[in-house]
Structures are given as structure tokens and as C-alpha cells.
């Protein structure tokens, strides 16, 4: 959705890790609530399973919501609760609850009722839910000792090959990061080293839709846990290894 609002670019300090060692996070993008698509028992049970595994917190790379029915032509049929005050209401009942913090941002669906009349869902939503973050539009950085997660909700197409885009945007970036995570393309990536940066695309909870039928595209339906191990390194925090972890449908059904 090229008229999508420029992104936030915020930077937050928050607690990535508690002391070195090993930390995990449950990554995730693209649940799309409100979509008569939306695949919310997955979400609860990903959720259920980064509580198993003792997760730091939940990172959500945007469009957590679907949308007010004018990001592409005919949304208005793949829609199950329609108009902010409803999709609102509905979202802080139906979203999972959790002592772990969801950190989001918000993408180019979360920002269709932005764009119509300058309501931001996912900052309203915020405000009703306190374990739900709001990081800012499209785009932001949380950071803690020097060690840096950017979070970005992607534009257009993936292409043929899923990596260009990626690479492409940690190409441009115009500073480092350890950890880059791409949403918006509903679709798994891990590339474990790209310009010295962990990129990742945790796929989405969201099924096929007539869109994507038409766009011959199959999205990845999971998350992802991600591991890290922070290391003091002269001095200075770095991740010095990490393991990624990706929930698919056998894993999420508990088979």
C-alpha cells in the first residue's frame, strides 16, 4: 500500500535481556484480527507456548488488525467487524491475554482508518490493553545496552526471490542492527547473518485469502521463537549466538 503513512522511526529502551546468557522472544507478524481470515487459536496457542518457554516478551511487525476495507479492492468481503469503534472493541477482547508484554507496531492494514479520517487503531487499542505496546507506524527500533532490534512492516510485493526485499531494506538501513525483522509479506525467512544482522520473517496468522489466491501466493502460517545469547565482548553487550525456532501448523495443532 504505497499510501501508507512514513514510518515512526522510534527508538525505545526496553529490557531485551535480564542478565547474560540466554533470552527468548516470540516473534510474530501479520494476525490480522477482524479479517474473517484470522486465525486466532493459533495466536492463543503461540502464545500459550512462549509462556511455556519462559519468553522474555512478544514482538508483533505489524497489521495486527485488518484493515476498514479500502487496502485493496474488495476488502470489504474478507471483513468480519467493520468501523473503528468496533474493530477497537472487538481487538481488546479477542487478542490474547498474557503476562508477557506484546510489543507492536502497526502496518499499512492497521493504518487504513489512519488514512480515511486520522484514527489510529493500534494506539486506541493500546490504551485499552496495557500489556500491548505501541511502538509507532511501520517502523522502530528497541534497543537495551547497545544491542538493537529493528522491527519494520514492509511495502509492495516480495518478488520472486523472498530474501531480496530484506536484503534490500538492510542495505539501506543507515545504521547497524543485530536483529531485523520484516513483516507485512506473510511468508518465513532466516537468514543467520546479513551484513552482520540476524534477518527474519516470522510468517503470519492469517489464512489464504481470496487476495492471495488471486496473487497466487500462499502465505506461512506460524511464529517463530527467537533465541539469543548475550555475551559481554571487551567490553562491550553483543549476541554471539542464536537460534531460531518457527511454530508451524503440526506444532501449533499440539501434534
Not at 491475554?97 to 494506539?123: A, F, R, W
Request: with cysteine.
Amino acid at each position: 500500500d504505497k499510501t501508507a503513512p512514513e514510518p515512526d522511526n522510534f527508538e525505545h529502551n526496553i529490557d531485551i535481556f535480564k542478565s547474560e546468557g540466554w533470552v527468548k522472544w516470540g516473534v510474530f507478524s501479520d494476525p490480522h484480527v477482524c479479517s474473517i481470515h484470522e486465525q486466532l487459536d493459533y495466536l492463543y496457542s503461540f502464545y500459550r507456548i512462549c509462556e511455556e518457554e519462559k519468553c522474555q516478551g512478544m514482538i508483533c511487525a505489524g497489521d495486527n488488525s485488518a484493515g476498514n476495507g479500502t487496502v485493496y479492492k474488495g476488502q470489504i468481503q474478507d471483513l468480519k467487524i467493520i468501523g473503528g469503534d468496533k474493530q477497537i472493541k472487538y481487538f481488546s477482547q479477542v487478542w490474547p491475554e498474557s503476562d508477557l508484554p506484546t510489543y507492536v507496531i502497526s502496518g499499512n492494514h492497521d493504518l487504513d482508518l489512519y488514512k480515511q479520517c486520522g484514527i489510529d487503531i493500534m494506539s486506541q487499542i493500546c490504551e485499552l490493553r496495557p500489556d500491548i505496546k505501541y511502538l509507532g507506524k511501520m517502523a522502530a527500533t528497541l534497543h537495551q545496552d547497545g544491542i538493537k532490534i529493528r522491527v519494520v512492516h514492509g511495502e509492495g510485493g516480495l518478488g520472486i526471490v523472498r530474501s531480496y526485499k530484506p536484503q534490500k531494506m538492510i542495505d539501506s538501513a543507515t545504521e547497524h542492527y543485530d536483529v531485523s525483522i520484516f513483516g507485512h509479506w506473510h511468508v518465513n525467512l532466516h537468514i543467520p547473518n546479513y551484513r552482520d544482522s540476524i534477518c527474519l520473517l516470522p510468517g503470519c496468522f492469517e489464512a489464504q485469502s481470496d487476495y492471495l489466491v488471486r496473487k497466487g501466493l500462499t502465505p506461512d502460517l506460524n511464529g517463530v521463537i527467537l533465541g539469543l545469547k548475550i555475551a559481554d565482548v571487551n567490553g562491550v553487550k553483543k549476541i554471539v549466538r542464536h537460534t531460531v525456532d518457527f511454530l508451524d501448523f503440526g506444532v501449533l495443532k499440539g501434534g
